[in-house]
């Protein structure tokens, strides 16, 4: 019998599948479908371009990177939002990067601060670009 020793091999959920239920998993996992259901990972959480997430995600490991559509609350170490993501739903994140035309209806709780920031990225930009302005005034 075979016996890996990698216990973060890569599970992928295809482009034409759609998942009814929760899924656990000691690997990496990539999401290309539409997961209706919980996904929780001890290594990372990856959700593609055309992945869905209509669920939870909880990672305990490395990373959750998301190009898709999540409709759930998100708890990881680190979590990186793509340009074509959207994301409705409480983000619980120590590190968080959030690009340029992504599109995020959530409050996110750093995890060491009290409070809740409830701010969209386009509120941020906003007030990013209005700084710029005073400051060059």
């Known amino acids: 019998m075979f016996k890996s020793e990698n216990t973060s091999l890569t599970t992928i959920i295809g482009e034409s599948?759609?998942?009814?239920?929760?899924i656990t998993t000691k690997s990496t996992i990539r999401i290309d479908g539409i997961v209706n259901g919980d996904v929780e990972?001890?290594?990372?959480?990856?959700?593609?371009?055309?992945?869905?997430?209509?669920?939870?995600?909880?990672?305990?490991?490395?990373?959750?990177?998301?190009?898709?559509?999540?409709?759930?609350?998100v708890s990881a170490e680190s979590i990186t939002i793509?340009?074509?993501?959207?994301?409705?739903?409480?983000?619980?994140?120590?590190?968080?990067?959030?690009?340029?035309?992504?599109?995020v209806n959530s409050a996110i709780k750093m995890d060491d601060e009290e409070e809740i920031i409830?701010?969209?990225v386009e509120?941020?930009?906003?007030?990013?670009?209005?700084?710029k302005k005073d400051q060059k005034d």
């Open 82 to 103: 793509g340009p074509s993501a959207k994301v409705d739903g409480v983000i619980d994140v120590k590190d968080i990067v959030i690009e340029k035309g992504a599109v």
């Open 41 to 73: 990972s001890s290594v990372g959480i990856i959700v593609s371009h055309s992945g869905q997430i209509n669920g939870n995600i909880v990672c305990t490991g490395e990373s959750v990177t998301i190009e898709g559509v999540l409709n759930g609350n």
């Open 118 to 120: 409830e701010e969209t």
């Open 17 to 22: 599948t759609i998942m009814e239920g929760n």
């Open 123 to 131: 509120e941020t930009v906003k007030k990013s670009k209005k700084d």
